[in-house]
């Protein structure tokens, strides 16, 4: 059974940090590129960061480029989202994806085959 169960999520100060994981299972995530897309209340979903199956090649949303790292570590089968001087609009539920999304096209959630179920990020003093 294919599935990606994100965790790390939480409340968290504006300036401070929080560091997501996406597990995966049941599928081989060395041979998939992730993505990390989230949406907050009201708005509609955004991509926020992906990383490439071969090469490990990363993009990231102008929004989060500079504070956001995404890695990945294939022998854990889990993938990393780390955010650094988070803001108050950085909140929103954050959810990984798994595909084969073509080149210059990771920012596309359509791309993306297996979807975690998601984990709340709340930057709020």
């Known amino acids: 059974q294919v599935q990606l169960v994100e965790s790390g999520g939480g409340l968290v100060q504006p300036g401070g940090s929080l560091n997501l994981s996406c597990e995966a299972s049941?599928?081989?995530?060395?041979?998939?590129?992730i993505g990390w897309f989230r949406q907050a209340p009201g708005k509609e979903r955004e991509f926020v960061t992906f990383?490439?199956?071969?090469?490990?090649?990363?993009n990231y949303a102008d929004s989060v480029k500079g504070r956001f790292t995404i890695s990945r570590d294939n022998a854990k089968k889990t993938v990393y989202l780390q955010m650094n001087s988070l803001k108050p609009e950085d909140t929103a539920v954050y959810y990984c994806?798994?595909?084969?999304?073509?080149?210059?096209?990771?920012?596309?959630?359509?791309?993306?085959?297996?979807w975690g179920q998601g984990t709340q990020v709340t930057v709020s003093s």
């Open positions: 049941g599928f081989r995530l060395n041979y998939y590129s």
């Open positions: 994806a798994a595909g084969h999304p073509d080149y210059g096209l990771g920012y596309k959630g359509s791309a993306y085959a297996y």
């Open positions: 990383i490439r199956w071969s090469g490990g090649s990363t």
